[in-house]
């Protein structure tokens, strides 16, 4: 074990990728299993890859807000092609209501008009009068995303098994599950 902790984390979706890397990072020798034949299998593929931690805050509990804050800049830190333009909510006249309640909800946002979001998103121009952005969001493909952790997973040692080579585990002394790929 060379005093370093075995690590086994089952799913390759964004939750065990994010996890699998960040643990290697911390010196743990990990191994990650996932039982379909490639990266991100599951929801991660099909995400939108928002990364907006401040319009989350509108139903995610305060700590789970807390814990997301830097999330632009770990991913930044990490994967190519992050975006950091920000984040436009916008509502049609008749729910603008919607959008006050939204903004009760949230923070880090600057109230915008008509001109604002014509500048925003041209292509929105004459459409919505009134909208909410968020400066500091960004957004991330996942499709590139996955592939680029499963590499930083890889240059730090970290090892993959294929749904062929399915981990026997057992527990050690020490508490942690130890893959036998
Ligand atoms: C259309 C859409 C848009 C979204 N947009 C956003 C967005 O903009 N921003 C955002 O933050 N979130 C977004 N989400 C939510 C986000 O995609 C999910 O919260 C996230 O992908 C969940 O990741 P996960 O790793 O937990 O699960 P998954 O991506 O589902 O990964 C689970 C993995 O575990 C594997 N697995 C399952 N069971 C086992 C097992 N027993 N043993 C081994 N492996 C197993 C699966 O094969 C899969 O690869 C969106 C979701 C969808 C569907």
């Given at each position: 074990?060379?005093?370093?902790?075995?690590?086994?984390?089952k799913?390759?979706?964004?939750?065990g990728?994010?996890?699998?890397v960040?643990?290697?990072?911390?010196?743990?020798?990990?191994?990650?299993?996932d039982?379909?034949?490639?990266?991100?299998?599951?929801?991660?593929?099909?995400?939108?890859?928002m990364?907006?931690?401040?319009?989350?805050?509108?139903?995610?509990?305060a700590?789970v807000?807390?814990q997301?804050?830097?999330?632009?800049?770990?991913?930044?830190?990490?994967?190519?092609?992050?975006?950091?333009?920000?984040?436009?909510?916008?509502a049609?006249?008749?729910?603008?209501?919607?959008?006050?309640?939204?903004?009760?909800?949230?923070?880090?946002?600057?109230?915008?008009?008509?001109?604002?979001?014509?500048?925003?998103?041209?292509?929105?121009?004459?459409?919505?009068?009134?909208g909410?952005?968020?400066?500091?969001?960004g957004?991330?493909?996942?499709?590139?995303?996955?592939?680029?952790?499963a590499?930083?997973?890889?240059r730090?040692?970290?090892?993959w098994?294929?749904p062929?080579?399915?981990?026997?585990?057992?527990?050690?002394l020490t508490?942690?599950w130890?893959?036998q790929?």
């Amino acid at each position: 074990m060379n005093g370093k902790p075995h690590i086994l984390v089952k799913g390759a979706g964004v939750a065990g990728l994010t996890a699998a890397v960040t643990l290697a990072e911390r010196g743990g020798v990990v191994t990650l299993y996932d039982c379909a034949d490639r990266v991100g299998a599951g929801a991660s593929w099909m995400a939108g890859g928002m990364l907006a931690p401040w319009c989350e805050a509108e139903s995610a509990p305060a700590e789970v807000t807390a814990q997301s804050v830097d999330s632009v800049d770990w991913w930044a830190s990490h994967v190519p092609g992050v975006v950091r333009e920000g984040s436009l909510v916008l509502a049609p006249a008749r729910d603008v209501g919607e959008l006050a309640r939204f903004g009760r909800r949230t923070s880090h946002f600057q109230n915008v008009g008509e001109a604002d979001i014509a500048r925003l998103e041209p292509d929105l121009a004459g459409r919505f009068q009134k909208g909410l952005f968020f400066a500091d969001e960004g957004h991330v493909d996942p499709r590139k995303a996955l592939p680029a952790l499963a590499e930083s997973l890889a240059r730090l040692g970290g090892r993959w098994l294929w749904p062929q080579r399915r981990p026997r585990m057992r527990r050690h002394l020490t508490g942690w599950w130890i893959a036998q790929g």
